[in-house]
């Protein structure tokens, strides 16, 4: 299957660490890709190449893969990481590029 | 950085044809070889729509692969979207996207957006 799993919400402190995951088995042959979405904008890319910041991404923002999972996490959480965040990756041998469900970021 | 820019009717009636237009700044077009469409519906999560090489080789979502048409034109830096027989399931925000192909896979930048509303 190419879906890819995410969990719909996660709530974390202000300053603390929160990791957000992503399982699907496109994910054993594709790197993953990260997007966060702010209310009302264009989604950002955080990470692509399962763990590679983009130039300008804070070094808060972490990205790491084990088989089948890809994980985000977040250190030191600040209030405008507060956003959805999809992951991505392709299946090849479907053409088919998948997106998760989107997992919503509330910061306390 | 290069910048994207959707265009199109906002509004379109069931049955009918979306048409959206991508320009691309400067000449990302000609030194990127992949482009892609995805869409939110209102919201909801986001969705791959397809993805179109330089050649024009074409990949689609394969619920919407007997109704859409990606294109490009790199003389008007534009890639383009076709919708046929649109229903209220296709009312979302498109947005098209550079999309890296390097073994691994990424969209950077994204276009803003744009709504299309599917209603008579």
């Known amino acids: 299957s190419s879906e890819l799993t995410q969990d719909p919400a996660v709530s974390v402190a202000l300053g603390q660490t929160v990791r957000i995951t992503c399982q699907g088995d496109?994910?054993?042959?594709?790197?993953a890709s990260w997007y966060q979405q702010r209310s009302g904008q264009a989604p950002k890319l955080v990470i692509y190449a399962a763990d590679t910041r983009p130039p300008g991404i804070p070094d808060r923002f972490i990205g790491s893969y084990s088989g089948t999972t890809a994980s985000l996490t977040i250190t030191g959480v600040q209030a405008e990481d507060e956003a959805d965040y999809y992951c991505?990756?392709?299946?090849?041998?479907?053409?088919?590029?998948?997106f998760g469900g989107g997992t919503k970021l509330t910061v306390l | 950085q290069e910048q994207l820019q959707e265009s199109g009717p906002g509004l379109v009636e069931p049955s009918g044809t979306l048409s959206l237009t991508c320009t691309v700044s400067g000449d990302s077009i000609n030194t990127n070889p992949w482009w892609s469409w995805v869409r939110q519906p209102p919201g909801q999560g986001l969705e791959w729509v397809g993805e179109i090489h330089q050649s024009g080789s074409t990949n689609y979502h394969p619920s919407l692969k007997s109704r859409v048409t990606i294109s490009i034109d790199k003389s008007k830096n534009q890639v383009s979207l076709e919708l046929t027989s649109v229903t209220a399931a296709d009312t979302a925000t498109y947005y098209c996207?550079?999309?890296?192909?390097?073994?691994?896979?990424?969209?950077?930048?994204w276009g803003q957006g744009a709504l299309v509303i599917v209603s008579s």
């Open positions: 496109s994910l054993r042959g594709s790197y």
């Open positions: 991505n990756s392709r299946d090849s041998s479907q053409g088919f590029v998948p």
């Open positions: 996207a550079m999309y890296k192909r390097q073994g691994v896979t990424w969209f950077d930048p």
